[in-house]
């Protein structure tokens, strides 16, 4: 089954949901296969009473699945192209790539190696969050001027226990936001800033490049033209997921020199700048809507970039001074 949710004018896919359920391990096998990998599993145990099931939901660059597979098997396993990081909700994996190996326990997360592995599992259930590590490396390469071509993950176990459980928190918040995915995901600002912010939590909590790199020079100077620039890009394309990589190739700078020109000259990073310039459109849209039409502050805050209404209220009350809700019933 598989459905593609309507989207606004301004969206650049729509969001895919899919969902197999089967009790034939065989079925399950190649869905998986499709999904992720190939991989060439030996079942244990009778078949009987089997059940699986993958749900996906693909939204642009970012994936969130869950999957249900109650036999114990062991399996060989191909790389997966991109990011992809697993949080054990009931049962176990264990993985092995050489001579590493991760153990994931209920309530475990880890990253699929990009090396072939072995995988073994018991009677599983997890949930997946996948997103191209381009994405990821252009983020890097924002946030560090660790080139993209140079970045990679280099281990499957979370940095520390604190970072886990951050893992963990990001990946439930995901399976909500995929189960709302037409009201959610749908919206492109929503949808591109969920992957920005799934690519810096990974960057934070699984090893890679950028926590291994050496000393990079301070970003040059930016004149406050070019912040005047930047800030005019913002205001003309504010309905769109731009990002700060975009404002700052559009202005001729790096992304680390724009942020720091931003923080010289405005006290705020281009990222909050943005989001104050989005917040300034909602209450536009608020001003102006009639709530007898059918208006609503939700639709209203998720069509510029929030999908928490309760955010969007607390962000909304400390700028303005009053809850939205009294804004659009003015």
């Given at each position: ?101 991760l153990a994931l326990p209920p309530g475990a997360v880890g990253r699929f190696h ?20 381009a994405h990821v490396a252009r983020v890097a390469a924002t946030r560090t001027d ?185």
């Amino acid at each position: 089954m598989r459905t593609d949710d309507g989207v606004d004018a301004g969206s650049s896919a729509p969001v895919i949901r899919d969902e197999v359920a089967t009790r034939d391990p065989d079925l399950a096998h190649h869905t998986i296969a499709a999904q992720y990998s190939a991989h060439r599993p030996r079942f244990a145990g009778s078949a009987l009473g089997f059940r699986f099931r993958l749900a996906t939901t693909q939204a642009g660059e970012l994936g969130v699945d869950q999957i249900v597979h109650s036999m114990d098997a062991r399996s060989w396993t191909e790389p997966y192209s991109g990011f992809l990081a697993v949080h054990v909700r009931r049962g176990w994996y264990h993985w092995r790539v050489g001579r590493d190996e991760l153990a994931l326990p209920p309530g475990a997360v880890g990253r699929f190696h990009n090396s072939p592995m072995i995988v073994q599992w018991s009677d599983v259930t997890a949930s997946v969050v996948r997103l191209s590590t381009a994405h990821v490396a252009r983020v890097a390469a924002t946030r560090t001027d660790v080139a993209a071509a140079d970045f990679r993950f280099e281990g499957m176990a979370p940095v520390s226990a604190a970072m886990a459980r951050a893992w963990a928190g990001l990946s439930a918040f995901l399976d909500a936001q995929a189960a709302a995915a037409g009201e959610t995901l749908a919206h492109p600002l929503i949808r591109a800033s969920l992957a920005e912010h799934v690519a810096t939590t990974a960057l934070a909590v699984f090893p890679n490049t950028t926590m291994t790199a050496g000393y990079v020079p301070g970003p040059r100077r930016v004149e406050p033209a070019v912040v005047r620039r930047a800030v005019a890009y913002i205001e003309a394309h504010t309905a769109e997921p731009i990002s700060v990589a975009q404002i700052a190739q559009v202005c001729g700078v790096g992304p680390r020199g724009l942020q720091a020109a931003f923080a010289r000259h405005l006290g705020v990073s281009p990222t909050t700048h943005l989001r104050r310039v989005r917040l300034d459109r909602a209450h536009r849209d608020l001003i102006d809507a009639d709530p007898t039409g059918g208006a609503s502050v939700a639709a209203i805050a998720r069509r510029w970039g929030w999908g928490n209404p309760g955010r969007f209220a607390e962000a909304y009350r400390r700028a303005y001074g009053r809850p939205p809700s009294h804004t659009l019933r003015a």
